[in-house]
Every structure is written in structure tokens, then in C-alpha cells.
């Protein structure tokens, strides 16, 4: 049971603290995406030398407890050279169930042999790449801001389609940023990603946020609401194929669920339903500020690690963070991000039933 998810049911009743933990490990990026909600049009690049630490992050990781969930993201995470030792550090200290590595796919090798290596050392948690696939090849070009992106990152998708048939604990994956731009283009990236064969899932996630051009956002939400059906069609056809692990047929059942509300949220102007964030959910930037979520506004910030000496609870249970939490609450605030949907619905006893009701028709 030690790196199992069911160590966490405790968490659907008392939510004491946190079992998602995301970290942004950088800002650098080689690529150069308009529809990016971290690297904004407001921010400078940080330096590597800016970046939280091997040892600084050795002093936080203990106060986290045992994870379900730990999320990576960038910038471009494998830019970071001690990438494989950071998640060392996070697999022995928290035994995470699952470890998710979200890549744009340019730099084969350095990708290729870290994800091996990570496969070697954790072998207890499953590891999941999600590689993005934005549209054909002019069209993936053109967001990505890298001419031969396409290729690139199909050929990367090759070779770690050889470590699918090595390690029953690697799973990979495709991920779509959902955008005005693409969304005319999105079934043929999925007619795509069903021709790859060592590719389980794919995923296609609605923009969000603070980004570079803000008439991206202005999407079809008919066009969304229609890939949705298709890939809840597409999933129920293929699910004895699509996941590996134990338990594969209620994530099927909550990934179906996760985009109907998401949709519906998309539609909405406020909550309407309890969200976890800063209770089970926490996000970490690479200069050490800490988040509920994904609102990197300075009212939602708890604080520095580093100005509190990296004791997380400090930051938590301050006046700002009871504030922070209270807002959370009082369901002042509204998105459509879908790993915090994901936390919503399966420790949210409210859900169940339409929960159990998407798992019976699998």
C-alpha cells in the first residue's frame, strides 16, 4: 500500500492536507506558445540561478506527507538538468502514486534518457509523459513558435513508445491545448493520436488563464462541447486498451464526468460546486511561492517558502492563507483547469452518483 492511491480515501472526509502537489520547476522554455498561461506577456524569464534548489527543495518535500498526485510543469520542465533528481527526491520522500511529465517533445535524447532513468528509480509510481500535439504540422508550428516542432516532438513520441513495452508503469499520453486558433483542426490530431500505437490516452484541455494573445480564448464552445463527445465515444470504444493501471475504468469514468462540467463550467460566470484547492491541491513556482492553485495573482499567493524558512504550514495557516481559504470557500473564484476538476470529483461525495452512473455504462 505504500505508494497506492487508496492510502488517500481518508482525504474525501477530512481534507487535512494536501494530496496534489504541483510544481512549476522553471519558466525557461524553448518554445514560444501564445496561448501560455505561465509565461505571460507580463512576465521576464527567471534565471536558472532563481530557481529553487536540489537541497532547498530536500528541506520542503518532507512537509508534504505521501502525495497522490505529483505534476510538474514549465516552461520547458527537462531544460532543467537535475530534473531526474528532483523526482528521486520526491518518489523516496513521498511516494507518489502517480508522476506526471509534461513535455513539448524538442529535445529527444535529453527527454528519452531522463524518462528512462526516472522509470529505473521509481519504479512503485506510474509515470506519465504527456507530450503536446497542438494540430498538423503547420498548425502545431505556428502556436509552438518552432519551425519542425511537429516532427520533433512525434519523433520523441517514437522513442519513448520503446519504453511503453519495457515498463509496465510508464504511460504516455498526448495532450491538446483546446484554442481559437486550432479548433477547426482538433479531430485530425485526434484521428492522429489513434494511429499511435503506444499512445494510451489524450487529453485536450480548454485554454486558460493569463495568456500572450487573448483572442485565442475566444473559442466555440459548441465546436469544445462536440470533441468532448467524441472523445467520450472514442474512450468507451477503446478503454480495455486505453489505461494500464488498476482502477483504469472509474478514471475512465471520471475523465467522462471531468469534461462535462468543465464545458459547463466554460459556459458559467461563477462555482457552483466545492472546490479543493489549498486543501488538498498546492502549487509551487520555481522561485518558491506558494499557491492554492493556479491563479498566480497576488491575492491568492500564500507566500515564500524561502522568506519562511520552507515550512509550508507557516504559510497555510497564516491570517493571509485563512483569508486565501475563506475566498476558496465562499466559491469567489472560477476556472475550468482540469486537474483540480479531477480532485473535485473524486473527493467530492456529492459527485458520486453521477459518478457511479458514467462507471456502470463503461
Not at 95 to 124: D, W
Not at 173 to 188: L, M, P, R, S
Not at 192 to 202: E, F, I
Amino acid at each position: 500500500m505504500t505508494f497506492s492511491p487508496f492510502r488517500h480515501l481518508d482525504s474525501i472526509v477530512w481534507k487535512k492536507r494536501p494530496i496534489q502537489f504541483t510544481f512549476f520547476l522553471t519558466r525557461r522554455c524553448n518554445a514560444k506558445c501564445p496561448f501560455c498561461f505561465y509565461i505571460s506577456k507580463q512576465d521576464a524569464a527567471v534565471a536558472s540561478a532563481s530557481e529553487l534548489s536540489l537541497a532547498e527543495i530536500k528541506r520542503m518535500a518532507p512537509q508534504l506527507g505521501k502525495l497522490l498526485w505529483l505534476a510538474f510543469s514549465g516552461g520547458e520542465i527537462f531544460l532543467r538538468s537535475d530534473l531526474v533528481e528532483i523526482t528521486k527526491l520526491f518518489y523516496r520522500v513521498n511516494r507518489p502514486a502517480i508522476i506526471l511529465l509534461p513535455t513539448n517533445g524538442l529535445l529527444q535524447e535529453t527527454i528519452y534518457h531522463a524518462v528512462e532513468t526516472i522509470l529505473q528509480e521509481c519504479p512503485k509510481s506510474s509515470i506519465v509523459v504527456k507530450l503536446s500535439l497542438d494540430g498538423p504540422g503547420p498548425v502545431h508550428d505556428e502556436l509552438r513558435g518552432v519551425p519542425g516542432a511537429y516532427q520533433k516532438t512525434l519523433k520523441t513520441c517514437e522513442a519513448l513508445g520503446k519504453l511503453v513495452y519495457q515498463y509496465a508503469n510508464f504511460e504516455l499520453g498526448i495532450n491538446t491545448v483546446f484554442c481559437q486558433a486550432n479548433q477547426e483542426h482538433i479531430d485530425e490530431v485526434i484521428d492522429l493520436v489513434q494511429t499511435l500505437p503506444q499512445v494510451k490516452t489524450h487529453t485536450v484541455s480548454l485554454i486558460r488563464g493569463e495568456v500572450f494573445r487573448d483572442d485565442l480564448k475566444q473559442v466555440d464552445l459548441a465546436k469544445y462541447k462536440k470533441i468532448c463527445g467524441r472523445l467520450e465515444s472514442d474512450l468507451k470504444k477503446r478503454l480495455a486498451s486505453t489505461y494500464r493501471f488498476r482502477g483504469a475504468k472509474l478514471k475512465a469514468a471520471q475523465d467522462i464526468l471531468q469534461r462535462r462540467l468543465i464545458y459547463k463550467a466554460a459556459r458559467e460566470t461563477k462555482r457552483r460546486s466545492p472546490c479543493y484547492a489549498g486543501k488538498l491541491n498546492l502549487v509551487l513556482t520555481e522561485t518558491g511561492d506558494l499557491y492554492p492553485c493556479e491563479d498566480f495573482s497576488e491575492k491568492m499567493k500564500f507566500g515564500n517558502i524561502r522568506e519562511s524558512e520552507y515550512d509550508l504550514q507557516l504559510l497555510l495557516q497564516s491570517d493571509k492563507g485563512k483569508k486565501i481559504l475563506e475566498f476558496i470557500n465562499s466559491r469567489g473564484c472560477h476556472c475550468t483547469h482540469e486537474c483540480y476538476f479531477m480532485t473535485n470529483i473524486l473527493f467530492n461525495p456529492s459527485r458520486y452518483p453521477a459518478l457511479l452512473k458514467e462507471y456502470l455504462q463503461l
